[in-house]
Structures are given as structure tokens and as C-alpha cells.
């Protein structure tokens, strides 16, 4: 599997990016697009397209891409990640979705869309944030964010959270002005 990689718009093709997650004891990296790609198919198969408070935490991780970094309930994320994980089994790569911030990020659209919302990546003509073969389940291609959550968080207890960080992003608008590049 390749991981995005994000097109700043200036023509120089970045690193791949990656979310840096950290609890109280260890910390792992993990490609974006593995946790991008759970998200908008638990968005749009679990969901029906737009983000609910039964994935929270999933949400939460998402918005790196505005803030560059988040704490999260881990015990919360690890219940969800599981649920997910189990759940999109007969989802395969080919069938899989894509969110519209997604699509935003992976094109350097500058401006994020505000509406929440999904759509059948293939039918659509749009790439997907990894590349698997299309017989994939997309709980196993995005097995790279699953098993970092569930290592860091298989002793989590309520009122643990994790620190949830993008690297290899430069955001463009807003007050998203600096490139969110270090893990430190």
C-alpha cells in the first residue's frame, strides 16, 4: 500500500502524511491515509454520510487537519476503532467511500468544505487516501491506524486521552499557516 501524499499546491510533492499519536506511556506513527479511510467509510456505511456522535473520538482525530493537533478520549477511540473494525469486514477497497474533506486535502483544495458528506469513490472517479487491491477489506487496509490505536490504547481506562497530531500537512488557509512537521 502507498500512503497520500499531499501536494502542497507549490508543486513539491511532500512526505507522506502521518499521524502522530501519543498516550501516556509510548508513541507510534501511522499513515493518514489508513485512518482516513476507516473514517469515511464508518461516515458513509455506518453513518449514512454524515459524522454522528457515535464515532466522536473517530471525528476528533479528523480535525488535525484544521487545528494540527487534538487530544481524544482513548478508551472512546479504541471502542470505536473495534466497532468499525468489525463492522465494514464486507466493505471491500473497491466499494469504499470517500469523505469530501478527504478529497479536499488529497487535491490542495485550499478551502475545506464545510458540508459533511461522502461519496463511492470509484463510480466518482476519485482516488482513495491509499492504494490497495480492490478485493481489500478496508478494515484491513487500514490496518496501520487500527493497530496503532489498539496498541496504545489496550490499557486505556476512562479519562485517558491520546495527543493526536499531523505531520507532512501544510495547511493554506485560514490561520492554518504553518507546517505541522514535528512530532516533538
Given amino acids: 500500500m502507498r500512503a497520500a501524499i499531499f501536494d502542497a499546491g507549490d508543486g513539491e510533492i511532500g512526505d507522506p502524511m502521518q499521524l502522530f499519536l501519543l498516550s501516556s506511556g509510548a508513541s507510534h506513527t501511522c499513515d493518514w491515509g489508513s485512518f482516513a479511510l476507516l473514517r ?96 481489500t477489506p478496508v478494515p484491513r487496509a487500514a490496518a496501520d491506524f487500527v493497530a496503532v490505536v489498539l496498541s496504545l490504547t489496550e490499557r486505556a481506562v476512562d479519562g485517558d486521552t491520546l495527543n493526536v497530531r499531523l505531520i507532512g500537512y501544510r495547511p493554506i488557509r485560514g490561520d492554518r499557516t504553518r507546517t505541522h512537521g514535528s512530532a516533538a
Fill in 40 to 135: 469515511d467509510n464508518v461516515q458513509h456505511y455506518l453513518e449514512g454520510g454524515k459524522p454522528s456522535e457515535r464515532f466522536r473520538a473517530l471525528h476528533a482525530v479528523e480535525s488535525v487537519i484544521d487545528n494540527g493537533q487534538r487530544e481524544v478520549d482513548a478508551a472512546r477511540l479504541r471502542g470505536e476503532v473495534l466497532l468499525a473494525w468489525r463492522a465494514l469486514w464486507r466493505v471491500d477497497v473497491a466499494n469504499s467511500a470517500i469523505s469530501l474533506r478527504t478529497r479536499a486535502v488529497l487535491t490542495g483544495c485550499p478551502d475545506l468544505p464545510e458540508t459533511r458528506g461522502t461519496v463511492a469513490a470509484q463510480p466518482a472517479g476519485w482516488a482513495l487516501p491509499l492504494v490497495a487491491a480492490d478485493a
